[in-house]
């Protein structure tokens, strides 16, 4: 496919096609994950606006700043017909309010829905990584972009319910099981959308390869918290009802069917990575 910020090699869509038992017309999302924002206005302490600066520099590539690639996504949100972008965590390097404020501009302005969940970057300074007063402090600040509850959040896109959660603690939570459980009982086939992954057989040696220690979640991986367990035993249960579980946080694209659903991990948004994801019915 040929779109026009892909020509420009600014950034580069991968297709993947899903089908799903249920489903009455196909759905089609853009999936963005790790944009990394790095911008401030300046007002925040003078060693957090230094890093960010450094931290600017990482995220960009050829030139380009993650900043100037992060309205394409929309653009090709339109262009290519999808029903929604789901931004996967990460969307913010830090919370630096100029950061939320382009994020929640571009969620106003865009042609479609867009929902998003928050990763572990988002809500935290470097001076203050994954803390309780990071947590008090700056999740509050997601609230709304997360659809009024940072923790989780449910929306129907086409014919797929959508759960977006918060898991970028490396835990997820008992109200994330509940909402699981209650949707997978119902009608419609679930897409479930997380920052972190978890851990699969072929995904973990890539993530341990490329980050050093493997950061996927679930036994022998970054976390094993007993809820982290359960959710994923519930994944388990319930994968005839589940589309597609879609992630992020590795920096590097990756497809592996997980239980009876698949697991989607998408590249680096900074860098141009995304990915176009269309839902077919099958009988
Ligand atoms: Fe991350």
């Known amino acids: 496919m040929n779109y026009r910020s892909a020509e420009n090699g600014i950034i580069t869509p991968v297709e993947t096609v899903v089908k799903v038992k249920g489903l009455e017309k196909s759905v089609r999302i853009l999936h963005v994950t790790d944009v990394h924002l790095c911008l401030s206005d300046g007002s925040e302490r003078q060693d957090r606006e230094e890093l960010n600066v450094k931290r600017a520099e990482l995220f960009t590539k050829d030139g380009v700043k993650s900043d100037e690639r992060f309205p394409l996504y ?11 972008v789901i931004m996967t965590g990460d969307v913010a390097d830090e919370p630096f309010p100029k950061n939320i404020r382009v994020i929640e501009d571009a969620v106003k302005a865009s042609p479609v829905p867009a929902l998003f969940c928050v990763g572990n970057h988002d809500w935290c300074f470097f001076d203050g990584y994954r803390t309780a007063d990071a947590a008090r402090d700056y999740l509050p600040l997601y609230k709304k972009l997360c659809g009024g509850d940072v923790d989780h959040n449910i929306t129907e896109i086409g014919g797929l319910a959508v759960l ?18 209650g949707l997978t009982k119902k009608d419609k086939p679930v897409v479930i959308c997380f920052h972190v992954p978890i851990r699969q057989e072929g995904l973990s040696p890539l993530a341990a390869a490329f980050w050093g220690a493997d950061n996927c979640l679930g036994e022998g991986g970054a976390a094993n ?5 359960r959710f994923i035993n519930l994944i388990k249960e319930r994968s005839d009802k589940i589309a597609a579980v879609i992630c992020g946080h590795l920096h590097f694209s990756h497809e592996e069917p997980l239980f009876n659903t698949v697991q989607i991990v998408t590249g680096l948004a900074a860098f141009g990575q995304c990915r176009i994801i269309t839902f077919e019915p099958i009988d």
């Open 74 to 84: 929309f653009e090709l949100a339109s262009e290519a017909n999808c029903d929604a």
């Open 164 to 181: 977006t959660l918060h898991n970028g603690n490396d835990t997820f939570t008992a109200p994330q099981i509940d909402a699981l459980d």
């Open 225 to 229: 918290t007993p809820e982290t367990a």
